[in-house]
């Protein structure tokens, strides 16, 4: 199979992980961008890299770099691009632009200046244009413009790959899929260790942890924009989607996801159905200033109320009780908590072992680990050691 350059998207602070990702999938020449990763494949790896890839947004596929210094630069070179060699007249598209520099300052211009181009040269070579589709297009194209230089990309993902049709109902500030997914490989969970979501709201970490757990592909239940390309091998993609269902198998840790509103749960519940893990999760309705956790080591993950979009008395006290609870009842496991409001962090009572900047939306956060010793610090290291 032929070689090409492919570019999967991300967001802040997972790149690192999501490089990791695409070396187990056997990507070549892998470099680190800004919230994205270049690396070289065939098709099989670019259909791979949607169904497996867990922090990846979108997989692009570049067809043409060029340099542009104003509008008609970008007009006339992306109206170059062999448009038909990608689809027809009959069939739609939609474009997503975006731009970085002084001279291109409005993605939705140079949207709207590469339609132009695209439609342009279809009206004069066959009389007549593809339509645009916002939501659904046959193919979806990414130009993105940084100072002068334009890079132009079939988006081979459609929507974004953090759109697993697992939540088809969500609590109020849910965390994205591809973040939690992200969040849960940063702090190497082993997959072994008991797994306790402790405020789960619409169950995004549980769900995302034994997905992770049973080898679930997290495009299992979706469908991609390649799927519509002109070169589009449904024989490669079936086998390769069968090879993924061959390595499924159950998780060898507890999840356990909990929430003191029932409500969330009646979404958490259904959530975990439709993306096939809700037997391998143990939901449980508790206030979580009432739990505790007594057998030996486990990972704590929590997204607790920021005192953004959920309005809480006293942010500063509720993220106080968050620490005390975690420091005297959960003694062995590792604690990870997101939050934008790093005043209330500083107020956790708990020393923080690790601190990761990452953006929830455009809340911009701080991922922190707290290890909870089991009697003296000197014993908690002799516990890490032995791991």
């Known amino acids: 199979m032929k070689i090409f350059e492919i570019i999967a998207t991300t967001l802040f602070g997972l790149e690192e992980i999501l490089a990791a990702e695409l070396r187990e999938l056997g990507a070549a020449d892998i470099e680190i961008l800004n919230r994205a990763v270049k690396y070289k494949g065939n098709q099989a790896l670019l259909y791979k890299s949607n169904l497996h890839l867990r922090t990846a947004v979108n997989i692009l596929k570049p067809i043409a770099t060029f340099y ?24 739609t598209f939609a474009i997503d632009g975006s731009s970085h520099g002084a ?6 211009y140079v949207a709207l200046k590469s339609k132009d181009a695209i439609v342009d040269q279809f009206r004069e070579k066959y009389g007549t244009r593809p339509s645009v589709d916002i939501e659904d297009p046959d193919l979806r194209i990414n130009v993105h413009i940084t100072d002068k230089t334009v890079v132009v990309s079939l988006d081979s993902s459609g929507s974004s790959l953090g759109k697993r049709n697992y939540r088809l109902a ?4 849910p965390i994205s899929e591809v ?5 849960i490989l940063l702090t190497g969970w082993d997959k072994k260790c008991d797994f306790i979501d402790p405020m789960c709201g619409s169950g995004t ?39 993924a269902d061959s390595r499924i198998k159950p998780p060898g840790a507890k999840i356990i996801a909990r929430d003191i509103d029932k409500k969330a749960l009646d979404i958490a519940i259904p959530n975990a159905t439709r993306a096939g893990v809700k037997d391998f999760i143990s939901f449980e309705t508790y206030d979580f200033f009432q739990t505790q956790h007594d057998s030996g080591q486990g990972l704590v993950l929590m997204n607790p109320p920021y005192g953004e979009r959920l309005k809480i008395d006293e942010i500063i006290s509720f993220y106080k009780d968050i620490g005390s609870r975690l420091k005297h009842f959960y003694h062995g496991c590792d604690a990870w908590i997101i939050s934008s409001n ?20 455009s809340l911009e956060c701080r991922l922190q680990k707290y290890e909870l010793y089991m009697g003296s610090k000197k014993a908690g290291k002799n516990r890490n050691e032995t791991n």
Do not use: C, V
């Open 179 to 183: 973040l939690a997914a992200g969040i």
């Open 103 to 108: 001279i291109f300052t409005h993605s939705l």
């Open 68 to 91: 542009a210094e104003n509008e008609q630069q970008l007009y006339d070179n992306i109206r170059k691009i062999r448009w038909d060699d990608y689809f027809s007249a009959e069939k």
């Open 342 to 361: 790093y005043e209330a962090l500083k107020h956790f009572g708990l020393r923080t072992s690790r601190k990761i900047k990452l953006f929830n939306g």
């Open 170 to 173: 969500r609590t109020q500030a």
């Open 205 to 243: 970490f549980s769900i995302e942890a034994a997905l992770l757990a049973t080898n679930i592909p997290p495009g299992r239940l979706r469908n991609f924009g390649f799927e519509t390309w002109n070169d589009f091998n449904p024989a490669l993609w079936n086998e390769i989607k069968r090879e």
